[in-house]
């Protein structure tokens, strides 16, 4: 069993700033998973990708979150983050930790394989 849990949303002014954590725990070697974060809007209905980091440390990011977010890991805490800043009312949405694959050339994606976590709710307010 593996379990990704997600803290850290909540409601922020536009302009404010907000840090996701995701643990996990479980049938997980941590430190050899890349990990992502994803989010989905009010009224989609697809998820979609904002920002993902490799076992080594390499990151990619979705245009809509570059020079704004910051996704980082603690392989000892066993724990990715998401710090995000300068946050608009176009980022609310439920934000997904996932545990998955990295290509060099392409970023992160979750695959057959990986698991997300239950999400943790993003408000932003005008």
Same mark, same amino acid.
């Given at each position: 069993?593996?379990?990704?849990?997600?803290? +850290?949303?909540?409601? %922020?002014?536009?302009?404010?700033?907000?840090?996701?954590?995701?643990?996990?725990?479980?049938?997980?070697?941590?430190?050899?998973?890349?990990?992502?974060?994803?989010?989905?809007?009010? +009224?989609?209905?697809?998820?979609? &990708?904002?920002?993902?980091?490799? !076992?080594?440390?390499?990151?990619?990011?979705?245009?809509?979150?570059?020079?704004?977010?910051?996704? !980082?890991?603690?392989?000892? &805490? &066993?724990?990715?983050?998401?710090?995000?800043?300068?946050? &608009?009312?176009?980022?609310?949405?439920?934000?997904?930790?996932?545990?998955?694959?990295?290509?060099?050339?392409?970023?992160?994606?979750?695959?057959? !394989?990986?698991?997300?976590?239950?999400?943790?709710? %993003?408000? %932003?307010? !005008?």
């Amino acid at each position: 069993q593996v379990q990704l849990v997600e803290s +850290g949303g909540g409601l %922020v002014q536009a302009g404010g700033s907000l840090r996701l954590s995701c643990a996990a725990s479980g049938n997980i070697i941590f430190r050899f998973n890349a990990m992502g974060w994803y989010r989905q809007a009010p +009224g989609k209905q697809q998820r979609e &990708k904002v920002a993902g980091i490799s !076992s080594g440390g390499s990151t990619d990011y979705a245009d809509s979150a570059k020079g704004r977010f910051t996704i !980082s890991r603690d392989n000892a &805490k &066993k724990t990715v983050y998401l710090q995000m800043n300068s946050l &608009k009312t176009e980022d609310t949405g439920v934000y997904y930790c996932a545990a998955g694959d990295y290509m060099a050339g392409y970023g992160f994606y979750i695959g057959a !394989s990986g698991h997300w976590g239950q999400g943790t709710q %993003v408000t %932003v307010s !005008s």
